[in-house]
């Protein structure tokens, strides 16, 4: 029996370092965009060693304390980790009230031929409210990457412009490099005591608002944008890492 729980486990740590590493090599095919797709290589690679280790019987010569503190440390990823992603999906439908004075369409990246993937679910997002919403004023928020041909909110603006936005209900905010900067810098361009909701993809929707109500937009209305679910993996576990950085950033 114990042979064969043995072997179960090594056959799981086994498949799912298959299944890593092959969602990483269809990452990095895909263009995610960053090299966050490496960290799929990292965990097959982890896994394996897990698999290698259970198969020499290599736990059963660690020293009891040694286990305690892996035991401990999977009990806090595990925990943290259905919490943290518990909150991103409490926000992955997010909604607005109509007739906000003002939407902040955060940026990401840009490539040559236009608006990321990413990106796009953002700006159609924004589109579509914008044709309901005819006074409502959009803010396009995004700097000049080193890796892109023109700033973020030119780019927005384009797309948007094409889709037969009017260019006087844009704004851009063309110098933010984060999350962070996005807010802070479109602020400057609003009335005092406007209502505003924020657009953004639904992965990142929940972090974007801690950051918002962080720079002073207590009463901020999130608007959720789609993903492509293909991405969303990838997408979900960066944010639950980003949200630890800010977290430990928040404290200290």
């Known amino acids: 029996m114990r042979t064969k729980r043995k072997m179960t486990a090594v056959i799981i740590c086994i498949l799912f370092a298959v299944l890593f590493a092959w969602y990483g090599f269809w990452m990095s095919g895909n263009g995610s965009g960053t090299g966050f797709f490496l960290i799929w290589f990292a965990l097959a690679a982890l896994l394996g060693g897990c698999a290698a280790i259970t198969f020499l019987d290599g736990w059963e010569r660690l020293p009891m304390w040694m286990l305690w503190i892996l035991r401990g440390i999977l009990l806090v990823f595990v925990v943290s980790f259905v919490i943290i992603e518990g909150c991103i999906i409490s926000q992955m439908h997010a909604k607005a009230d109509e007739n ?121 209305k999130a608007i959720a944008a789609g993903s492509n679910p293909l991405y969303l993996p990838n997408n979900m576990l960066r944010e639950y890492l980003a949200e630890w950085k800010y977290l430990i950033r928040s404290i200290l």
């Open 100 to 220: 906000l004075d003002y939407i902040i369409v955060l940026g990401a990246q840009v490539r040559a031929d236009g608006p990321s993937k990413v990106l796009k679910h953002r700006l159609n997002t924004a589109i579509d409210y914008l044709e309901k919403n005819p006074e409502t004023i959009c803010i396009v928020s995004g700097g000049q990457g080193d890796n892109e041909p023109c700033t973020e909110a030119q780019a927005m603006a384009d797309y948007m412009e094409a889709a037969g936005i009017e260019k006087d209900r844009l704004i851009l905010e063309d110098e933010s490099k984060t999350t962070e900067q996005n807010i802070k810098y479109s602020k400057k361009y609003m009335k005092d005591g406007a209502s505003v909701g924020i657009i953004t993809n639904d992965f990142h929707m929940f972090r974007a608002m801690q950051i918002t109500k962080g720079e002073g937009l207590k009463s901020a």
